[in-house]
């Protein structure tokens, strides 16, 4: 009999990659990925998750078949499964256990499947399961070693991984192990000048030494002011606290006090006093992403932060940075919360594949008061998982500490279970805010009372330096309307291309002292560093309204700036976008002109969170679906996966718009890539460089431009606006405004 092999070569030429070696070697590397509780977990998954490549039927179909692309085809219409011989070798060899391995066997191809057959039919793990007999007894027609059989006595502690409760967590960690020790080795044997460029991520403690050394030069060359002192002092505190013991921390640090390069001290230093192994920043928004990124490889150096997010311009991408965005090997990863958090929830293997890099990390949520209420339930239950079982820190780091505490409603029923056990980085906030207060806040007379674009545009023309912040993007393009010419205009539907070259051009004029006018959608408002004397906001969350202020006399250069808030004719979308404006509106009229204040905002933070709990803290029942059943093996993981969506994707349709942007020397035009793939190339980084020219629209909009023929498909899903007059230079895409299923898509 041949010897039995995992892959064969897709040149038919170089030697197979036999399969006894290849399960060894899984098994050993997922061991080496998992913490010791559970390395046995692991290394029992590697071991059994090929079994069925034993069966003869399956030797003869991948000698035929050859390739990578037959590796990973498991139980497609005409490739045969090789998964479920070792699941069913799991249920009867670890009766205690076994449907527990199945799940991460059964799925490490195809994702992990739900339990029971209620939603997913066909795809779950029962119903597979019933093939799992047969698929086994041809399996065992091999003669397979007697080693990879062998069933390890495994033990699992409840209350070490939060009993049921985080028994779908830890199985999901448990699987990434799998799943990136299965991919690395099939990548060493397919690809294997690739295998080698992977290297080791720099040390925490060189990286330490490159921060020390940068903020050590940057406080050389500052100037003396108030506002350098206070950075200096919350630099100060936060490398202090950075010595105590693991656990959620929060940093409160109103806009411009540094909080940025301060909170990556703070994780640094934390990260070596207590043997974590990386720093992982999460941000809410793309545009506050490369900001963050491109201050990082300023202090830290290129080769040491690791940026993944959808659309990451592929001129910071390397080969290096591309294979650890794959499974996040890196010691300073800057990523969405989008991608932090349907990870932690998701079923694919791709998206799984990183989560076991979060175990003995610190994991910093920047503008954290931007959790998605719809979800914060479930996303408030992982994040106490990882701190208290997986040797996760938390640091929550805002302008605008949200109230995350355990909330019971007036009969005593618990609404939110919160992070309770939180250690305030900044001692003494209220002094602190106090400090760099450098805005007065200027309230309507009545804050019931809508105005008009027309009232509203007047207050503004009186100012040659004003920014302006807007709810929706029908709102800053009608009020765009009103306003004189040359103010500048920004919202999502400008491609990120081109909302990075405007942001790019303010910059420069008010570095310049020229005039300048903007009216933009909250996009600006989080993470995006100017400095406007004067800021106008539409009535909003208090939160909202705190970041609009923070783009106001930025740097203190003034001895106050002036926030303006008015209230605009229509009120904000429903959902909880208005019940954020009704809080504000409550908060507002009680505390006036001192409605920013720390005690204020956690005043705001206990009636918002009071209205939009009504709605509810898990709007799709991902907590029930993780754990109701768990006791019995029983988990929704993939129904779970598909409704965590932080983003929801199947409301809009992105479209390449024509957009060309000129940076002196440096053109980037999207026509030269719609043609280069319309020529047959097709590639990642191509794709890449596609969508930071893309618009996003709700789905009744695309529907109406296909319909009317100003949509090209140019490949299979991707479609181009054929006509160049509909994007437009100043307001990006010109369409009318069609409300969307779900009116919050219109926000940006």
């Known amino acids: 009999m041949l010897t039995p092999i995992a892959h064969t070569p897709a040149d038919g030429c170089s030697p197979p990659h036999l399969l006894d070696e290849h399960l060894r070697k899984v098994g050993e590397l997922a061991a080496s990925f998992a913490a010791p509780a559970w390395a046995d977990w692991a290394r029992q998954a590697g071991r059994w998750h090929d079994l069925g490549k034993y069966d003869p039927a399956f030797q003869d179909y991948i000698r035929r078949d050859s390739g990578y692309e037959a590796h990973l085809l498991d139980g497609q219409p005409s490739h045969p499964s090789h998964s479920l011989a070792g699941a069913q070798h799991a249920l009867l060899t670890q009766p205690k256990f076994g449907r527990l391995l199945a799940y991460l066997i059964a799925g490490h191809h195809t994702g992990l499947p739900d339990g029971p057959a209620e939603y997913q039919g066909a795809a779950s793990l029962s119903h597979r399961l019933a093939q799992g007999p047969q698929a086994l007894a041809d399996a065992l027609r091999a003669d397979i070693p007697a080693d990879l059989l062998a069933a390890t006595p495994l033990t699992l502690n409840p209350q070490a991984i939060g009993g049921k409760d985080g028994l779908h967590l830890w199985l999901r960690l448990v699987f990434s192990c799998l799943v990136d020790a299965d991919f690395l080795d099939s990548e060493a044997y397919f690809q294997p000048e690739q295998a080698q460029q992977r290297r080791p991520p720099p040390d925490l403690a060189d990286l330490r030494a490159r921060l020390d050394a940068y903020l050590a030069d940057k406080h050389a060359h500052a100037a003396p002011s108030a506002v350098n002192s206070v950075r200096a002092d919350v630099l100060r505190q936060c490398r202090e606290q950075a010595q105590q013991p693991p656990g959620c921390y929060t940093l409160t640090v109103p806009t411009g006090g540094g909080k940025t390069l301060s909170s990556l001290a703070f994780a640094l230093e934390h990260a070596l006093a207590h043997g974590k192994r990386r720093v992982i920043y999460a941000i809410p928004y793309t545009s506050i992403i490369e900001q963050t990124a491109e201050v990082f490889r300023a202090a830290l150096g290129d080769d040491a932060v690791l940026e993944h997010h959808s659309s990451l311009d592929v001129e910071h991408e390397t080969v290096h940075s591309r294979l650890a965005a794959e499974n996040w090997d890196a010691s300073v990863i800057v990523t969405t919360n989008v991608q932090l958090f349907e990870s932690l929830f998701a079923a694919r293997t791709s998206r799984c594949r990183k ?44 302008a605008t500490q949200p109230a995350l505490h355990t909330r019971s409603n007036s009969f005593g029923d618990i609404q939110l279970r919160g992070l309770d056990a939180r250690r305030a980085i900044i001692q003494r906030e209220a002094q602190l805010y106090q400090q760099l207060a450098r805005v007065r806040l200027h309230l309507p007379a009545d804050l ?58 303010i910059r420069q004029r008010l570095a310049r002292g020229e005039p300048v006018r903007v009216v933009s959608t909250t996009l600006i408002e989080a993470g995006v560093d100017v400095d406007f004397p004067v800021v106008f906001r539409a009535l909003a969350g208090l939160d909202s309204i705190a970041q609009a202020a923070g783009r106001c006399n930025r740097e ?13 004719p229509d009120p904000s979308p429903l959902g909880w976008q208005r019940a954020a404006e009704e809080a504000a509106r409550t908060v507002l009229g009680q505390c006036g002109a001192d409605a920013l204040a720390p005690d204020a905002m956690q005043r705001y933070f206990n009636h918002y969170y009071g209205k939009a709990g009504q709605a509810g803290f898990d709007r799709e029942g991902l907590h029930a679906l993780l754990t109701q059943h768990a006791g019995q093996g029983e988990i929704f993981f993939r129904t779970a996966a598909e409704r965590m969506r932080l983003i929801d994707n199947a409301h809009t349709v992105a479209v390449i718009v024509p957009y060309t942007r000129q940076d002196g020397e440096c053109s980037r035009d999207s026509h030269a890539l719609r043609c280069r793939l319309q020529a047959g190339e097709m590639h990642r980084d191509l794709l890449r460089q596609l969508q930071r020219f893309t618009v996003s629209l709700p789905q009744p909009q695309f529907e109406r431009l296909r319909r009317a023929g100003e949509l090209e498909e140019i490949y299979r899903d991707i479609w181009w606006v054929k006509n160049d007059v509909m994007y437009d230079e100043k307001r990006g895409l010109l369409v009318g405004e069609i409300e969307a299923a779900n009116p919050e898509q219109l926000l940006c």
């Open 556 to 568: 203190g250069r003034l001895p106050h700036g002036d926030v303006h808030v008015f209230v605009p």
């Open 448 to 505: 019931d009372a809508r105005q008009s674009w027309a009232d509203i545009a007047r207050q503004i023309s009186q100012h040659p330096s004003v920014l302006v912040i807007v709810n929706t993007r029908r709102h800053c393009r009608e009020l765009h309307a009103l306003l004189p010419d040359g103010t500048f205009h920004l919202s999502a539907l400008m491609c990120a291309e081109h909302r990075s070259q405007q942001i790019a051009d």
């Open 355 to 398: 989560l076991h890099r979060l175990v003995d990390s610190v994991i910093v949520l920047d503008e954290a008061q931007l959790l998605p209420i719809p979800y914060l339930q479930p996303l408030l239950d992982a994040l106490r998982l990882l701190t208290e079982h997986y040797g996760v820190t938390l640091l929550l780091c805002t």
